[in-house]
Nanobody
Framework: QVQLVESGGGLVQAGGSLTLSCAGSGRTISNYAMGWFRQAPGKEREFVAAISGSGGYTYYADSVKGRFTISRDNAKNTVYLQMNSLKPEDTAVYYC??????????????????WGQGTQVTVSS
C-alpha cells in the first residue's frame, strides 16, 4: 500500500505562487510515475502535470504549461508542484497520484492506483 499526503495549499492572490508537496509513505514511490490532478467545484477532475519515475520526463496540461513545474526528490519520497503566476481559474482541490504499473507518466486519471486526500488551492482576483 502507498499512502500519499498533500500539503502546501492555501489562499493566494492572483499572480502569486504556491508549492504543493506530496509525501509518500508505506512504500517507496521512487519507481512510480506521479501525477497532479485538480478538481474545481462542479467540474470533473483534470490532469495538471505528471513526472516519470526517473524524473526525466515531465508532462503538463496546456493551461499550466510555463507556469507550473513538477519535480521529485526520491530521497525524500516526495513530489512537488511549483505553481507560479497563479490565476483565479487555478482554484481547485489538488490531488497527487501514483501509478504503480508503469514508469511512464500518464495523463489519464484512471491509470493511477493511489491518490492523496487533496489540498485546497484558492486564488483570489
Amino acid at each position: 500500500q502507498v499512502q500519499l499526503v498533500e500539503s502546501g495549499g492555501g489562499l493566494v492572490q492572483a499572480g502569486g505562487s504556491l508549492t504543493l508537496s506530496c509525501a509518500g509513505s508505506g512504500r517507496t514511490i521512487s519507481n512510480y510515475a506521479m501525477g497532479w490532478f485538480r478538481q474545481a467545484p462542479g467540474k470533473e477532475r483534470e490532469f495538471v502535470a505528471a513526472i516519470s519515475g526517473s524524473g526525466g520526463y515531465t508532462y503538463y496540461a496546456d493551461s499550466v504549461k510555463g507556469r507550473f513545474t513538477i519535480s521529485r526528490d526520491n530521497a525524500k519520497n516526495t513530489v512537488y508542484l511549483q505553481m507560479n503566476s497563479l490565476k483565479p481559474e487555478d482554484t481547485a482541490v489538488y490531488y497527487c497520484a501514483a501509478d504503480t504499473g508503469t514508469p511512464i507518466a500518464p495523463m489519464t486519471a484512471a491509470l493511477y492506483d493511489y491518490w492523496g486526500q487533496g489540498t485546497q488551492v484558492t486564488v483570489s482576483s
